[in-house]
C-alpha cells in the first residue's frame, strides 16, 4: 500500500481506472452463468449503480471543489457551476456526435444518428460513452491530491474509484445481459460488456494530466466530473432502470447505493 501512495498521480490515476475496468469485467462474466436475468435484478441494480454516481458527484467532486474555491478566495459557487455545466454539455455533445443506443429503445432507433452499425454494437457504445465521465472523475480526483498534497484528497480519490467500481459490477452486468438477449454468444456477450469500459483508465489518465498541468482550474475540472456523472445518470441510468419494471425497485436501488456511497466517502474519506 505504501509503494501505491508513492507512485506519480498519472500511475495512480490509471490503476484506479484499470481497477473500475476490471470491476466491470467482473460483473460481465455472470453472464457465463445465467443466460438471462429478471426485469427486476436490473431495475434493481442500474438504480443501485445511479444511486452511488449521484453521491459520488457530490461528495467526493461537487464539495471539494466549493472548498478549494473558497480556499482561493473566489465565490465558491462559481467554479462548480460553470464546470458542472460544461460537464453536462460535453457529454451531451458527446451523444449528438456518436451514434449509440438506449436499451429501452426499440430495435430500430438510435439516439440521435441514422447509422448501418449493428444494434450490438450500439448497445456497446452507449455505456462506453457513458463511463468516459467516471474515468474522467477519477483521474481529475488523484490529480486533486497531487496538486493539494493533502491525505483526505488521496482518500477521497481512493473512495471514489472503490464506489465508481462497485457501481461498474452490475453496470457489466447491464450491458453483457442484453447483447446476450441479442443473439450473442456468452463470450462476446462477456468481451463486449469489459470493452465497454476499457475506455475509463485512458479517461482517468487524461483527467489527471490536465489538473497537473493546469492547477487553477482543478476546482472546475472536480465539478466538470460531477456534471457528466449527473447527465449519465438522468439521461442513461435512471431511464433505463424505470423502464424495467417499473419504478419502485429502481428507487429502492438508488437510496441503498446512494447512502453506501456516502457512508463510504463520509467514513473513508
Do not use: C
Not at 460481465?28 to 431495475?43: D, E, G, N, Q
Not at 473558497?70 to 451514434?99: H, Q, R, T
Not at 453483457?176 to 463470450?187: D, K, T
Amino acid at each position: 500500500m505504501d509503494r501505491l501512495l508513492e507512485l506519480n498521480p498519472l500511475i495512480q490515476a490509471f490503476i484506479a481506472g484499470s481497477f473500475t475496468w476490471f470491476l466491470t469485467a467482473l460483473g460481465a462474466t455472470t453472464i457465463f452463468f445465467r443466460r438471462s436475468f429478471s426485469k427486476s435484478s436490473l431495475s434493481l441494480m442500474l438504480g443501485f449503480a445511479s444511486g452511488v454516481m449521484l453521491a459520488a458527484s457530490y461528495w467526493s467532486l461537487l464539495a471539494p471543489a466549493i472548498d478549494l474555491s473558497a480556499e482561493s478566495g473566489i465565490l465558491p459557487w462559481l467554479p462548480a457551476a460553470v464546470g458542472f455545466l460544461l460537464g453536462g454539455a460535453f457529454m451531451a455533445g458527446i451523444n449528438k456526435l456518436i451514434p449509440h443506443l438506449h436499451f429501452s429503445l426499440p430495435e430500430n432507433m438510435t439516439e440521435e444518428l441514422a447509422t448501418s452499425w449493428r444494434r450490438s454494437t450500439l448497445l456497446m457504445l452507449a455505456i462506453t460513452i457513458h463511463n468516459i465521465p467516471e474515468g474522467l472523475a477519477i483521474g481529475v480526483a488523484f490529480g486533486a491530491y497531487a496538486s493539494t498534497h493533502g491525505q483526505a484528497a488521496l482518500a477521497a480519490a481512493f473512495v471514489l474509484a472503490l464506489g465508481i467500481g462497485i457501481q461498474n459490477i452490475p453496470e457489466g452486468l447491464a450491458v453483457a445481459a442484453p447483447l446476450r438477449r441479442e443473439g450473442l454468444s456468452a463470450l462476446k456477450s462477456f468481451w463486449y460488456g469489459q470493452l465497454s469500459a476499457a475506455v475509463e483508465p485512458i479517461a482517468a489518465l487524461i483527467g489527471a494530466a490536465a489538473v497537473l498541468v493546469a492547477r487553477p482550474i482543478l476546482p472546475y475540472a472536480l465539478a466538470f466530473g460531477a456534471g457528466a456523472m449527473i447527465y449519465v445518470v438522468s439521461e442513461e441510468l435512471i431511464p433505463q432502470a424505470q423502464s424495467e419494471v417499473g419504478s419502485d425497485l429502481a428507487t429502492v436501488g438508488l437510496l441503498i447505493g446512494f447512502v453506501v456511497m456516502m457512508i463510504l466517502d463520509v467514513a473513508l474519506g
